[in-house]
């Protein structure tokens, strides 16, 4: 009824003679209440998550991340955990698409390439600074990314994954096409200098980062907007029949989707300082549908969890498989890492359909409650 | 029609079309015109021998692709199941060929049926541990078989880090000699691949079309629950139907590797190319197949000489993208429910 009033409001106090002033307080309105779904009492909401006994956890374990790390002070551990937030990016904003709005899509790569290369460029064509680069890399990524989201809003179901399939891998061969001249993209030598320098620097910055987009995606996910897209992932006839236009709510999501995964592709080009036809490789587009799987479909954290997981596991098994093998192997420990990966995939897939963080804490709030003998 | 008569037929329309088609423009114009011809030759631009050799070759990679593609195509019409780990068979049975035969002490004959044999229990223990599990969900099916595809070929880039000097070389046509028709070469081993391939093909049709358990699979495909009320066992016709697929992946290796040899990305390659022949032939649909097969094969191969080699290599990706959304179920598909 407010709503009402104030469009009233806006009508008598600028009438059609004052078009601009009109036109100014219309997007005021509109934004008020893009605002207002977007935050509902997101104190009260936090409060209670972090209370809770799994809210707790993931807070006491990013407290012993946040601690430990800059204590140890050693490259492999800060390279290991910024990879792990850096896919742990990705693997949210997989989540947002497939796990909460139902659009399963296997071509996550293109839009991680995508930003990589924006990002890129951005450096190298405008010279403008890495924050400012890394936003506008975003935004790019999810107006290319409408290119392959316009597309995919017909296809449903099997037909989804294969398009978007075909698209991150069409892109992943038209990147190494001789005749594109499309080449490596290098960031400036004073950039790397700046951000190797200090990895300590890098390991906050990139923690900020994933911090803040996954508190954002967090935040959609419990908004009404977080309910159209679990709406539409459950049932889409019913909740185009409940008068929600679900086109352009699944737009909302595919772009949502896109500015955060290609974040995560400026993140990864610029602790790589290249920019490679290798980020559009087809198992960067399975990695956070691994880790998705694996930390439970339709939660946030489950995904991040996931990630984490995944990426310390390859890394210890890895480190397991070189003390086994003589030292002249200990260069093919990339590919020990992604067999043992690969491994893990197909027994985890098929042993846990539902990730393995649920019964994992399940259980340990039992043992927490044995504890402290309720 | 019925479907074997209908397939055959087909195939026989789309050479016989395809023959003149390419080489009317070609022999009228030579006759009339040679300093056409002289004047292109001279370009660079050498157009008879690019005509013929499209012909040739994508007579050829047509019929393997159907090969490929029919076991593909039958999977998903009868089970629902997108087999992402297809391309992988295919590349397992050319490694295993050549690492029994190179490496081992076997005898190529050998060689060939005990790859065979593997890549065909592989197949079934693929369906019934990975795949029957999943059953009802797709897109985990897809998952799951890509990691095993994934697997499988960081499994053979680990065994050829490991073992030193270990690389695919090449296997050897068993049929040597050539023909030289204009320029192009026409080898007899391509004329055994186009026959054996397109025997295996016809005795498939017929065994899906005349025997009691092509029946079986007709009538899961077309409608699963009431063949399970006909009595018919659904999981053991899934069953077979991967399992044959899988073998005549690895038959189609064993005829095609000897003409271009493997290498690390033939796997993925193999599978997005029988995933377009079944996009675009419709998925289920066995003359689809067919038909899509050489139709992707010759336009394929017409594109890497006239247009640029790099777009062909890409060129099944853009017919996956247009099909799916103008018509994802294909020329000959059926019109699903989505």
């Known amino acids: ?374 | 029609m019925d479907t074997k008569n209908k397939a055959i037929l087909g195939i026989i329309i789309i050479i016989a079309i395809a023959i003149p088609a390419i080489l009317i423009p070609i022999i009228f114009p030579a006759i009339l015109y040679p300093n056409l011809y002289i004047l292109l030759n001279m370009v660079g631009v050498d157009v008879l021998k690019n005509l013929i050799e499209t012909l040739i070759f994508g007579s050829s990679l047509g019929t393997i692709l159907a090969l490929i593609s029919i076991g593909y195509s039958l999977v998903y019409g009868v089970g629902k199941i997108i087999n992402l780990s297809h391309g992988m068979f295919y590349f397992l049975t050319g490694y295993l060929i050549f690492s029994f035969s190179v490496y081992g002490p076997v005898p190529y004959v050998y060689a060939i049926i005990l790859s065979l044999v593997i890549i065909t229990v592989i197949g079934a223990s693929t369906y019934r541990f990975l795949i029957k599990p999943f059953h009802g969900n797709e897109i985990m099916v897809m998952i799951i078989t890509f990691s095993l595809g994934f697997l499988i070929q960081q499994i053979i880039l680990l065994v050829e880090l490991l073992i030193p000097g270990y690389t695919f070389l090449s296997l050897d046509q068993f049929i040597g000699g050539s023909i030289d028709i204009f320029g192009a070469q026409f080898s007899f081993y391509r004329i055994f691949i186009m026959i054996t391939s397109i025997s295996i093909i016809a005795l498939l049709l017929i065994f899906i079309k005349k025997t009691r358990y092509g029946k079986a699979i007709r009538a899961v495909s077309q409608d699963r629950d009431a063949a399970k009320l006909m009595g018919i066992n659904y999981d053991g016709v899934l069953l077979f139907t991967v399992t044959l697929s899988a073998f005549l992946a690895g038959f189609a290796a064993f005829l095609y590797v000897p003409e271009e040899p493997l290498s690390m990305g033939t796997g993925w390659n193999f599978l997005l190319l029988s995933m377009s022949v079944v996009i675009l032939g419709g998925m289920g649909s066995i003359p689809g197949t067919l038909i899509g097969a050489f139709i992707l094969s010759y336009s394929k191969y017409l594109c890497q000489y006239f247009i640029s080699e790099s777009l062909a290599g890409v060129f099944h990706f853009f017919i996956i993208i247009v099909m799916l959304v103008i018509r994802p179920y294909g020329i000959l598909g059926k019109k699903e429910k989505i």
């Open chain 1, 1 to 374: 009824m407010s709503k009402e009033k104030e469009e009233l409001e806006v009508k008598t106090r600028y009438p059609i003679g004052d078009p601009i002033k009109h036109f100014f307080n219309r997007i005021i309105v509109g934004s008020k209440r893009f605002v207002d779904i977007k935050i509902p009492a997101a104190g009260s909401n936090l409060k209670s998550w972090a209370t809770s006994f799994r809210g707790g956890f993931i807070i006491t374990f990013l407290i012993i991340l946040i601690i430990i790390t800059p204590l140890m002070n050693d490259p492999v551990y800060y390279n290991t955990f910024i990879i792990a937030m850096i896919f742990s990016i990705l693997a949210a904003s997989w989540d947002i698409l497939a796990g909460v709005t139902g659009q399963v899509s296997f071509g996550h790569s293109a839009f991680f390439g995508i930003g990589g290369y924006i990002f890129a460029l951005f450096i190298n064509a405008f010279g403008a600074d890495w924050l400012t680069s890394i936003f506008m890399s975003a935004i790019f990524t999810v107006l290319i990314g409408l290119i392959i989201a316009i597309p995919s809003l017909r296809l449903k179901g099997p037909y989804l994954a294969l398009g978007t399939l075909a698209f991150s891998l069409a892109l992943y061969y038209i990147f190494q096409f001789p005749e594109l001249h499309v080449e490596n993209v290098y960031l400036p030598l004073s950039l790397k200098i700046f951000w190797f320098s200090n990895p300590m620097r890098e390991f906050f910055i990139v923690l900020i980062f994933m911090i803040i987009s996954v508190v954002i995606m967090l935040i959609i996910f419990n908004s009404r907007l977080g309910t159209v897209f679990k709406g539409i992932r459950d049932n889409e006839y019913a909740t185009e029949a409940s008068g929600i236009n679900t086109v352009k709510y699944k737009l909302i999501s595919f772009m949502i989707s896109s500015f955060f995964a290609g974040l995560a592709g400026s993140l990864y080009a610029l602790h790589y300082g290249t920019a490679t036809f290798l980020m559009f490789e087809n198992k960067l587009s399975f990695y956070p549908v691994v880790f998705t799987i694996l930390g439970g479909i339709a939660s946030i954290s489950g995904s991040v969890m996931g990630a984490f997981t995944f990426v310390f596991l390859v890394r210890i098994i890895s480190e397991f498989f070189s003390l086994l093998f003589p030292i002249e192997l200990m260069t093919y420990i990339d590919t020990f890492a992604i067999v043992a990966f690969a491994i893990i995939l197909v027994l985890i897939i098929r042993f846990s359909q539902h990730g393995i963080f649920e019964p994992i804490i399940k259980n340990a709030k039992k043992l927490w409650d044995i504890l402290l003998g309720k």
